[in-house]
């Protein structure tokens, strides 16, 4: 049997520095850890006044450096070999004390010294107050980051720990942690702009009623997280759907089967590929009643008409994107979605027993292309988003469209 290569464990230095926020490093050093990372915590004396160092060394399970002249190395360099090997360096939360340090090249204490002397990537998740944050002395370090190419992430904006209100709230962790692991993803659409449909639609029938699909929206919103990670300017076009927006895409909120097809028409020209994995509505009533139609016993007919085809209007444009379709069948399902695939001409189709993925947390699809069927075998949602946004990279026409 041949040994199956593993990729190697990624490791983070956690930089904590003074400022309220750092409760938030607590559970995003869980988060990190929960992933398979190691996670080595190095505090300033400032961060030593919100949390505890036993406090991360009891999440991390590593010891916590906090001295440049205690840091453990046996040559006394710690500040160098810390980030020797690292996946990359993230402060959380990051003072505005600490970003004048790194804009200017300071380097008076341990995480200061040691990002000065990094060879890996280096991401920083301001927290401060909304003056502070808009002081121009503020931004212009925070430009100055940016042109060295340290990676600035949030701040967000929302009620502040001093009760004001604006700018300068550190990102969640959760928002961090997505930043960290896209940051390691290989960049395979670098450049593109995608456009995806997620979710379903719902067809109103009167004021409280309508027609609409089963769809939990995961596996659209997965290939847009993907596609962000793999570098491209994602834009998700969701239907009703009650799930947090992936970090790094701009997201439009649509309801009916029209409204998702208007967002899409009026995007789709700028986009080099487009993934409708949207439950749209096939039918929508012909006509929506102004009031809610009362329950009287009888049969109740409704007319219905159809929708419009997102997929089959966007592929007949004359410059279209490359256009990747869903096709989620409850029987024949390989022979269906061929149909599918020839009669809107696209490249590439992704077909799936739609009883076995609905609402689930992994999916087992096959691909379709004018070469044959080329199987993936189950795994979650998203690691199967990252490996079908692979598999398009892959086929992307070298001049794009």
Not at 19 to 32: F, Q, S, V
Not at 379 to 397: C, N, Q, Y
Request: charged share 20%; proline share 6%; net charge neutral.
């Amino acid at each position: 049997m041949n040994d199956v290569p593993t990729a190697p464990r990624p490791r983070y230095v956690l930089g904590v520095t003074g400022g309220i926020a750092a409760y938030k490093t607590a559970e995003l050093t869980r988060l990190l850890v929960k992933d398979g990372a190691d996670v080595d915590v190095v505090m300033t004396a400032a961060a030593q006044h919100f949390v505890t160092a036993t406090t991360f060394q009891a999440l991390s399970g590593r010891a916590v450096l906090t001295d440049l002249w205690a840091s453990g190395a046996d040559n006394a360099m710690g500040h160098i070999g810390v980030s020797r090997g690292a996946t990359g360096i993230v402060v959380a939360p990051a003072s505005a004390d600490f970003l004048a340090k790194l804009a200017h090249g300071h380097a008076d204490d341990l995480l200061s010294t040691l990002c000065l002397a990094r060879d890996c990537p280096l991401l920083v998740a301001p927290a401060m107050n909304v003056e502070m944050w808009r002081n121009p002395a503020t931004q212009r370090n925070v430009a100055q980051l940016r042109a060295d190419g340290i990676a600035i992430l949030g701040p967000g904006t929302g009620e502040l720990a001093c009760n004001e209100t604006g700018d300068g709230r550190m990102l969640e962790p959760e928002e961090i942690f997505a930043a960290l692991v896209a940051a390691r993803q290989p960049k395979l659409l670098a450049g593109k702009r995608v456009l995806v449909t997620a979710g379903p639609t719902f067809e109103p029938i009167d004021p409280v009623r309508g027609i609409t699909n089963s769809s939990s929206g995961k596996m659209g919103f997965a290939v847009a997280q993907a596609a962000a990670e793999a570098g491209a300017a994602v834009t998700l076009v969701a239907g009703p759907s009650s799930l947090a927006t992936p970090f790094g895409t701009t997201r439009v909120d649509v309801k009916s089967a029209r409204e998702m097809a208007d967002a899409v028409l009026a995007r789709v020209h700028d986009a080099d590929m487009f993934v409708a994995v949207a439950a749209v509505a096939d039918y929508t009533p012909a006509k929506v009643s102004e009031k809610k139609i009362k329950k009287s016993g009888a049969p109740l007919s409704i007319a219905l008409e159809p929708t419009v085809d997102i997929l089959a209007t966007v592929a007949a444009l004359p410059k279209p994107p490359y256009c990747v379709g869903f096709a989620a069948e409850s029987h024949d399902v390989l022979a269906h979605a061929e149909e599918k695939r020839k009669r809107k001409k696209l490249p590439l189709i992704v077909a799936n027993r739609a009883q076995d993925a609905l609402g689930a947390d992994d999916n087992e699809v096959t691909l379709i292309d004018a070469h044959g069927a080329h199987p993936l075998q189950r795994m979650g949602k998203l690691a199967l988003a990252r490996r079908l946004v692979a598999e398009i990279a892959s086929r992307l026409p070298a001049t794009g469209r």
